[in-house]
Each structure stands twice: as structure tokens, then as C-alpha cells.
């Protein structure tokens, strides 16, 4: 079974940088794209960014573009995301996914972590 | 960017009864790229319904997805008691993906 595992999350103050990371196991890492979602408490679900197999192809949400930079390290079997100049309003839960295939544009997700918490608050 | 619209916002059903739920996109989605999702309380989402219309790996066939176009479905047949959740509907295969806002299905 695809397990992926988030961290990094935290409180962090207006302004301020994170690195999510997600640890990828039990699949080919390097064959599948990835994605980020990201859910605010009691609020539905906002796709974030994905990447493709290989790294080269990188989408973005246009609340995130410029400030959010999507990567992965297939030799660690690692999807990262690296935020910057954060708002209160990137407050969530943030989910890293399986995209279902490597295609060049973000996928259906067919395997989802648990999630890793991002506070933004002074 | 295209909008998913999700309606109704929540639904009262009992179980055994059959739910029926909308996504309207704002434009033609080509290649019926959509996908619903279930999501239960403390839980990640869970793939059900992918191109439309295909079940994923291990999703019971109460489940069923239609549409094309601008308008698609989600049915589920005979509601279980497990099936009370949230679902929601996803736009892929784009440069920008997007989700839909969400339909409430909860035990009347």
C-alpha cells in the first residue's frame, strides 16, 4: 500500500518561509506525478501545485504562484514544498498526493497522506 | 480557470436511499478530466471516480460517475451508512487544477 508521510508543518508568522516535506514509499516514486492540496479549517479543498515524474514540469494555483515552488528529490523519494512570504490565509492542512500516472499535467490523485499543519499567525 | 459549481451544498438522505450529486463546470472540461472525491471527518480525501466515469482501485460499484461536458454526476445508489461524508469533484489534465466546493451527504 502507497504510504506518504508530510512534515515540516508549524506555526510560523506573517511573512515568514517553510519546507513541507513528503516522504514517498511502497511505490516507484520517479514514475508518478505529485501533488499538493490544501484544505483550511472547515473549508473544502484547494489544489495547490503539482510536479511531474521528473521534475521538469511544475503547475501552480494562481493563490500560490511566485511564493510556493514545488520540487522533488527521486533519489530520496521526496516531494517538497517550499512557501514563502506566508499570509494568514495559507493556513491549512496541507496534503501531499499520488497522481494517478506520470502525465505533464497535474493528475487525479489517487493516494493522499494525512496531512501536515501550517499556521500562519503573529 | 475554470469553476466547478456543487450543488446541493448538503444533502439529507437516508440510508438505502439513492444520492445524486452536481458538478457544473464554468467551461467545456475536455476529455471528461474530472474526478470525485470522499472525505470523511479527520480523514484525507479518497479517490472514487476518475475520467468521468471510471471507479477507482476498490470502489463499490453503488458508486457511479456520469456527465460530460459542462455537467456531470455523481450517484450513489443505495447509500450505506458509511457513505455519509463529504464529496467533492476535481478538474485535471489543466495547467491549473480546481476543486469543487463540496457536497454534505448526512443521515436524515
Known amino acids: 500500500e502507497v504510504q506518504l508521510l508530510e512534515s515540516g508543518g508549524g506555526l510560523v508568522q506573517p511573512g515568514g518561509s517553510l519546507r513541507l516535506s513528503c516522504a514517498a514509499s511502497?511505490?516507484?516514486?520517479?514514475?508518478?506525478?505529485m501533488s499538493w492540496v490544501r484544505q483550511a479549517p472547515g473549508e473544502g479543498l484547494e489544489w495547490v501545485s503539482s510536479?511531474?515524474?521528473?521534475?521538469?514540469?511544475?503547475f501552480y494555483a494562481d493563490s500560490v504562484v511566485g511564493r510556493f515552488t514545488v520540487s522533488r528529490d527521486n533519489s530520496k523519494n521526496t516531494l517538497y514544498l517550499h512557501i514563502n512570504s506566508l499570509r494568514a490565509e495559507d493556513t491549512a492542512l496541507y496534503y501531499c498526493?499520488?497522481?494517478?500516472?506520470?502525465?505533464?499535467?497535474?493528475?487525479?490523485?489517487?493516494?493522499w497522506g494525512q496531512g501536515t499543519l501550517v499556521t500562519v499567525s503573529a | 480557470e475554470i469553476v466547478l459549481t456543487q450543488s446541493p451544498g448538503s444533502l439529507s438522505l437516508s440510508p438505502g436511499e439513492r444520492a445524486t450529486l452536481s458538478c457544473r463546470a464554468s467551461?467545456?472540461?475536455?476529455?471528461?478530466?474530472l474526478a470525485w472525491y470522499q472525505q470523511k471527518p479527520g480523514q484525507a480525501p479518497r479517490l472514487l471516480i476518475y475520467?468521468?466515469?471510471n471507479r477507482a482501485t476498490g470502489i463499490p460499484d453503488r458508486f457511479s460517475g456520469g456527465g460530460s461536458g459542462t455537467d456531470f454526476t455523481l450517484t450513489i445508489s443505495r447509500l450505506e451508512p458509511e457513505d455519509f461524508a463529504v464529496y467533492f469533484c476535481?478538474?485535471?489534465?489543466?495547467?491549473?487544477?480546481?476543486f469543487g466546493g463540496g457536497t454534505k451527504v448526512d443521515i436524515k
Open positions: 467551461q467545456n472540461i475536455s476529455g471528461n478530466l
Open positions: 475520467g468521468a466515469s
Open positions: 476535481q478538474k485535471y489534465g489543466v495547467s491549473v487544477s480546481t
Open positions: 510536479v511531474d515524474g521528473g521534475g521538469h514540469n511544475t
Open positions: 498526493a499520488k497522481g494517478r500516472g506520470n502525465i505533464a499535467l497535474p493528475p487525479a490523485l489517487d493516494s
Open positions: 511502497r511505490f516507484t516514486f520517479s514514475n508518478y506525478a
